[in-house]
């Protein structure tokens, strides 16, 4: 058995059967990098933001949702989908257009809920009342990138929102039937593994409902890549990255939804570090670290919650 609360067992819990998240791109921008905010975006991001492309091939989200469920069918014999929503900031734009995506998604046969990527200063109460409303028919989770929850680490890596700020969205988002997401990024630059537990502790003093756990890695065509390149930043090893999720685990709530142990880099933009493509070996490598230290997901969370 796993020794952490995953996503896939959530889901069929839910529904009765084997359900994937099929990625959209919906086009969507970021304040990040349109100039409200920096147009240099955060130093891991390059141009395609985390996306497939496809709004760029001119496929239109029910064509996307179409492509993922005929893949995604066949490699794991999935009977229900979630659209999630996933390239840059999904919440970015008027509430009139993300009403449209939003709907035309969950008119899709066999999709049964949202995922809502996006930032924590790209919500405000109308978006959360539309998405509130889907709530209230469909299972919808919103996934704010926070990355960090050190403010001096969050300015480096031109983040462009603080701490406070994710606090607020999560504050906005509680009680209105909207499951609550976050992202963090393991080994970012100068972090040390007190800063990475610390972004575990505050989010688990939050009460939000799952986390995706990433890997720093280096990706073509980012600032990241010239720090790189010039000497200035050094990669995790697959060791030290598998201890780190296991210490991380250890002091979340046993009931939060573990999303994600590690990322997908695209083979084609990855620069470092390569071991990240190696998903199945670094997962099963993460279990048996867990079953070595007879640990497992909340071991120290109500030691950790009176600090």
């Given at each position: 058995?796993?020794?952490?609360?995953?996503?896939?067992?959530?889901?069929?819990?839910?529904?009765?059967?084997?359900?994937?998240?099929?990625?959209?791109?919906?086009?969507?921008?970021?304040?990040?990098?349109?100039?409200?905010?920096?147009?240099?975006?955060?130093?891991?991001?390059?141009?395609?933001?985390?996306?497939?492309?496809?709004?760029?091939?001119?496929?239109?989200?029910?064509?996307?949702?179409?492509?993922?469920?005929?893949?995604?069918?066949?490699?794991?014999?999935?009977?229900?989908?979630?659209?999630?929503?996933?390239?840059?900031?999904?919440?970015?734009?008027?509430?009139?257009?993300?009403?449209?995506?939003?709907?035309?998604?969950?008119?899709?046969?066999?999709?049964?809920?949202?995922?809502?990527?996006?930032?924590?200063?790209?919500?405000?109460?109308?978006?959360?009342?539309?998405?509130?409303?889907?709530?209230?028919?469909?299972?919808?989770?919103?996934?704010?990138?926070?990355?960090?929850?050190?403010?001096?680490?969050?300015?480096?890596?031109?983040?462009?929102?603080?701490?406070?700020?994710?606090?607020?969205a999560?504050?906005?988002?509680?009680?209105?039937?909207?499951?609550?997401?976050?992202?963090?990024?393991?080994?970012?630059?100068?972090?040390?593994?007190?800063?990475?537990?610390?972004s575990?502790?505050?989010?688990a003093?939050?009460?939000?409902?799952?986390?995706?756990?990433?890997?720093?890695?280096?990706?073509?065509?980012?600032?990241?890549?010239?720090?790189?390149?010039?000497?200035?930043?050094?990669?995790?090893?697959?060791?030290e990255?598998?201890?780190?999720?296991?210490?991380?685990?250890?002091?979340?709530?046993?009931?939060?939804i573990?999303?994600?142990?590690?990322?997908d880099?695209?083979?084609?933009?990855?620069?470092?570090p390569?071991?990240?493509?190696?998903?199945?070996?670094?997962?099963?490598?993460?279990?048996?670290?867990?079953?070595?230290?007879?640990?497992?997901?909340?071991?120290?969370?109500?030691?950790?919650?009176?600090?």
């Amino acid at each position: 058995m796993k020794r952490y609360n995953d996503l896939n067992t959530y889901l069929r819990e839910i529904f009765g059967c084997r359900v994937q998240k099929i990625s959209i791109d919906a086009g969507l921008n970021c304040p990040n990098r349109d100039g409200t905010i920096s147009n240099g975006g955060c130093v891991y991001c390059n141009e395609r933001g985390s996306g497939t492309g496809s709004f760029r091939l001119g496929l239109s989200i029910t064509e996307q949702l179409a492509r993922g469920k005929n893949f995604l069918s066949k490699r794991y014999k999935a009977k229900k989908f979630m659209a999630y929503f996933q390239s840059f900031s999904n919440t970015y734009a008027p509430i009139d257009r993300l009403k449209a995506f939003y709907d035309e998604a969950l008119s899709v046969e066999d999709i049964v809920g949202l995922s809502i990527g996006t930032r924590p200063d790209c919500v405000d109460k109308p978006i959360l009342s539309l998405l509130e409303n889907y709530a209230k028919t469909y299972l919808v989770w919103i996934e704010y990138g926070l990355q960090s929850a050190n403010d001096h680490t969050l300015k480096m890596i031109n983040r462009g929102h603080d701490f406070n700020c994710f606090k607020h969205a999560v504050e906005l988002t509680k009680g209105r039937g909207i499951r609550i997401c976050a992202h963090v990024i393991l080994g970012l630059p100068g972090e040390t593994r007190t800063d990475m537990l610390r972004s575990a502790k505050m989010l688990a003093s939050l009460g939000i409902d799952g986390v995706k756990i990433h890997l720093l890695y280096v990706v073509k065509g980012t600032k990241m890549e010239t720090l790189y390149r010039q000497g200035h930043y050094q990669c995790l090893t697959k060791e030290e990255y598998v201890e780190l999720v296991c210490d991380f685990l250890e002091v979340l709530p046993e009931n939060m939804i573990i999303q994600r142990l590690t990322g997908d880099p695209h083979p084609e933009e990855l620069l470092a570090p390569l071991w990240a493509l190696e998903k199945s070996e670094n997962l099963l490598m993460i279990q048996n670290a867990l079953e070595r230290r007879d640990t497992r997901q909340g071991k120290f969370f109500k030691e950790e919650r009176l600090i």
